[in-house]
């Protein structure tokens, strides 16, 4: 069974930094692009970050220059590190595999973390 396991969530004050990890887990045969969302109450899940198998990187507009996403392809595992954070960076923070393969021929699968709190706060 693939699951995702986030860790590194936690209390900061504005201007620290984090480091969050989500590590796949399982019988994995290939894991394809993995990124980062965050969810506040209320609101839609939005995109934090990607990067691809080729460590090709993407960021939304909001966390570019702050944030840094990373990955360890032989570990299975996706970094972020989050640096400058503000009180708007207070939210969950969902680790994403976007196409995960349990064998050559299986069909893949998106999967997601449980989710880690991130709060920015004074």
């Known amino acids: 069974q693939v699951q995702l396991v986030e860790s590194g969530g936690g209390l900061v004050q504005p201007g620290g930094s984090l480091r969050l990890s989500c590590a796949v887990s399982g019988n994995i045969f290939s894991v394809s692009a993995m990124g980062w969302y965050r969810q506040t109450a209320g609101r839609e899940r939005e995109l934090v970050a990607t990067i691809t198998t080729n460590k090709i990187t993407d960021y939304a507009d909001s966390v570019k220059g702050r944030f840094t996403i990373s990955r360890d392809n032989a570990k299975n595992t996706v970094y972020l590190q989050m640096s400058s954070l503000k009180p708007e960076d207070t939210a969950a923070y969902y680790c994403?595999?976007?196409?995960?393969?349990?064998?050559?021929?299986?069909?893949?699968?998106?999967?997601w973390g449980q989710g880690t709190k991130v709060t920015v706060s004074s």
């Open positions: 994403n595999a976007e196409s995960v393969k349990t064998c050559r021929l299986s069909h893949p699968q998106e999967y």
